[in-house]
């Protein structure tokens, strides 16, 4: 499934998908950054709830398909513009994460 498949699926807000065509794999939660980098893998969506600009950085690090950020969690401006400079795909909803998991997973099985 394309990362914009997803996307319209999981009706996600766009804060940017430069790769919308890229193929997502698999799937990863977490939101501590360090644990995320060591585990998450190559063509994974993850969701998440941190903002910071650290996550462009571990996204783009692990090579994630797309980032989803959950609960309806507030991005600055300058991680969007980072995101879009990096490649990254990014994405918000108002579910949680549970949810968002879940639905992701019936999605790819």
């Known amino acids: 499934m394309t990362v914009e498949a997803l996307a ?3 009706s996600l807000t766009t804060l940017c998908m430069p790769e919308g065509d890229r193929e997502i794999e698999g799937g990863y939660c977490g939101d501590l950054l360090s644990w995320v980098m060591s585990r ?3 063509g994974d969506a993850w969701v998440t ?3 910071n600009i650290n996550v462009v950085a571990v996204a783009s690090l692990t090579d994630c398909a797309c980032v989803i950020l959950a609960e309806s969690a507030e ?4 991680v969007v513009e980072k995101a879009k400079s990096q490649g990254v795909n990014l994405f918000v909803s108002e579910k949680d994460s549970f ?3 879940a639905q992701i997973g ?4």
């Open 75 to 78: 991005v600055e401006p300058a």
């Open 99 to 101: 949810i968002l998991c």
């Open 8 to 10: 319209d699926k999981l």
């Open 40 to 42: 998450a893998k190559s």
């Open 49 to 51: 709830i941190m903002t």
């Open 106 to 109: 019936a999605l790819l099985s």
